[in-house]
């Protein structure tokens, strides 16, 4: 569950247990761009490469993350509704970066893409996310 803003300031990323267990780290957070990097070392499948499932779990993570922040300004909260990822490469190691930038940004669905690149820039996996932008509760 993704803890709730407060009023309409900016929404903070907090890391939850997974991202941390992955090595998650942030770079950049604003409503116009979510960055994050993670190591390819313990987040590999057993032939040596990035896991697939690694990929899309911090592609949906930041791409959350950067759906909150804008629900965030509108005095809401987001919750994922879909996900979809391609992979066009991997790694074996260093850390991959993680980018959000938003598609749609509206009052009740956002969209953003999320583009997963290795150390020489080279785009591993592109995700797109949804959110609903949901009312806080209480």
């Not at 907090?14 to 761009?33: A, Y």
């Not at 057993?46 to 005095?75: K, N, P």
């Not at 994922?80 to 598609?103: N, Q």
Request: aromatic share 2%; net charge negative.
């Amino acid at each position: 569950m993704t803890p709730e803003p407060r009023g309409t300031e900016l929404w903070k990323i907090t890391l939850g247990e997974l991202d941390e267990k992955m090595g998650v780290k942030i770079v950049e957070e604003s409503v116009e761009r979510v960055v994050a990097t993670m190591p390819v070392e313990g987040n590999r499948q057993s032939f040596g490469l990035l896991h697939g499932g690694a990929s899309l779990a911090v592609g949906e993570a930041v791409g959350s993350w950067a759906s909150v922040i804008h629900a965030s300004t509108l005095g809401k909260t987001a919750v994922g509704v879909d996900v979809s990822a391609t992979h066009h490469k991997s790694a074996r190691e260093g850390l991959v970066t993680i980018t959000a930038t938003p598609i749609h940004l509206g009052g009740t669905v956002t969209t953003h893409e999320v583009l997963i690149t290795n150390e020489a820039g080279e785009r591993l996996c592109t995700l797109r996310i949804t959110n609903l932008l949901l009312d806080r509760k209480g």
